[in-house]
């Protein structure tokens, strides 16, 4: 366990010491550190659950939801199918390399660096820990600070449950992850926002340190007209989880405003304060059901936003707030100005802006005209529709007639494009991010071409323009001297 003021190069120095050895390339070593894990979060959850209470304001419920269930589930995950990703794969190898055979072998990267985000301390740090080892790195994890008590769990139980050779904790502020970007790792995995994500990236650069950048961004959801009760029920629910439910839309992935049909603007707004109410009550904050805003620096912008005069006007529900216990209540602001701050930057609160257009066929031109988000939500089942937001927009991912859900399965890759970041993770992808996969050929000497190597003349360009285009009768009866030319 590392701290402010640690010696980072002896502990990195310990780390790969420990990975040189091949102790972590071993599968039983990557299971026992799985299994780790699950003993943690069973164990220890009681911790865990005063911890994301302490930090955010999490309810139990939600923090079992989003952080404790969920790398439970990616742990299970890997376990289930780890023999089969540490496994070599055949590659096809063409005729003309014959005697040979090839394979496909992932192997660890080495010492990684993995800096979490305070939103989803736990889910966001052991959830990429878990792609490392099972990979078979060596990680030295830099919790967030803004989360410190999560921090302080998290070092104290890592040491205690995982190989503490092979895995290390280091806490403390930008000082010192500054420190640690200096230091030459094989991998930086980072998750927050664009402007750290540019320092770690710049500071990766002088090693040549290859870097997943897990960044976020404004993600709209397309809500189409809604004509059924049931749909309607569904849907707002699913809305409301996508953007007060998660962290009081503290989260890369929630719903950062809505775009909507102006003859539909008004019956949406309707639905979402009715299953508003429905959710947390007519006090938010007495329900306990909404995380805190994490600090008063993080409360004071959000208030910003709300508080720029064409804004402020713009508030259809909600909108008040309480500075001492850091809580803003859900809050729905109807066309605020799209050049005001609210529309240009990443929310990352309870604050949801309804963006009227004259089509619901226009949403695509506005998502098209901004920064290609994390994720891209469209409430419709307009199969054309759908079909044009899948062709016609770029984005991380897209989700149909829900939100959030997509990052909870392991089968499909969760991760950014453009400004939203790069890389991707979970389940298989999370192993392979933090592989490499390397090419191995085998030869054999019975058989050699002699056609590519020199003295060169025209029949041996002919037979390489054969070889080359895997147009073996003609190579033979050039080779025989049946044919002059490929």
């Not at 999560?150 to 050779?165: G, P, Q």
């Not at 309870?350 to 920064?371: A, C, G, K, Q």
């Not at 080779?479 to 490929?486: D, E, F, I, P, Q």
Request: a positive charge; aromatic letters at 10%.
């Amino acid at each position: 366990m590392g701290a402010v003021g640690g010696d980072f190069e002896g502990d990195l120095k310990e780390l790969r010491e420990t990975f040189n050895s091949g102790k972590t390339r071993e599968a039983s070593w990557r299971r026992s550190q799985l299994h780790g894990i699950l003993s943690l979060l069973k164990e220890r959850e009681s911790d865990i659950f005063k911890a994301l209470n302490q930090d955010l304001g999490k309810h139990h419920v939600e923090a079992y939801r989003d952080e404790i269930g969920t790398v439970a589930k990616s742990a299970n995950y890997a376990l289930g199918n780890l023999k089969k990703w540490m496994g070599s794969k055949r590659a096809k190898v063409p005729l003309v390399a014959f005697p040979s055979r090839g394979k496909l072998v992932p192997e660890p990267l080495g010492v990684v660096l993995i800096i979490s985000s305070w939103n989803f301390p736990f889910g966001l740090s052991l959830g990429q820990i878990i792609g490392a080892i099972a990979a078979g790195n060596a990680v030295i994890l830099k919790p967030s600070e803004l989360a410190p008590t999560c921090s302080s769990v998290l070092a104290n139980t890592i040491y205690n449950y995982l190989d503490n050779s092979a895995i290390k904790v280091v806490e403390g502020g930008s000082s010192v992850g500054e420190k640690l970007l200096q230091l030459k790792f094989d991998k930086i995995f980072f998750t927050g926002g664009p402007r750290v994500g540019q320092i770690v990236t710049t500071a990766a650069a002088k090693n040549l340190t290859p870097v997943t950048l897990e960044l976020g961004g404004k993600c709209p959801a397309v809500v189409d007209c809604i004509s059924s009760s049931w749909d309607e029920k569904i849907a707002m629910k699913r809305i409301i989880w996508g953007k007060f439910g998660a962290c009081a839309g503290q989260v890369c992935i929630g719903i950062d405003y809505i775009l909507t049909q102006k003859k539909f603007a008004p019956t949406l707004v309707e639905f979402l304060k009715k299953y508003i109410k429905k959710s947390f009550g007519d006090n938010p904050m007495g329900s306990n059901s909404i995380a805190k805003i994490v600090n008063k620096k993080h409360f004071s912008r959000l208030k910003d936003l709300l508080n720029e005069p064409d804004v402020k006007t713009s508030i259809v529900y909600g909108g008040s707030s309480n500075e001492e216990n850091l809580f803003i209540e859900p809050t729905i602001l109807l066309d605020p100005p799209l050049d005001t701050t609210i529309m240009t930057e990443e929310i990352f609160g309870p604050l949801l802006p309804i963006i009227t257009l004259e089509t619901i066929e226009d949403s695509i031109e506005f998502i098209r005209s901004r920064p290609k988000p994390l994720a891209i939500y469209g409430f419709t089942n307009n199969e054309k529709l759908q079909k044009r937001m899948i062709c016609e927009t770029s984005s991380g991912s897209i989700t149909f007639n829900d939100a959030i859900t997509q990052y909870l399965i392991d089968t499909m890759p969760f991760g950014g494009v453009g400004g939203s970041g790069y890389g991707r993770y979970h389940g298989k992808f999370s192993f392979e991010e933090f592989s490499h996969l390397k090419a191995v050929l085998v030869r054999g000497y019975i058989i050699d071409f002699g056609f590519k190597y020199p003295p060169w003349n025209d029949k041996k360009l002919q037979l390489l323009k054969s070889g080359l285009q895997y147009n073996y009768i003609t190579l033979v009866l050039i080779k025989l001297g049946l044919k002059s030319k490929a």
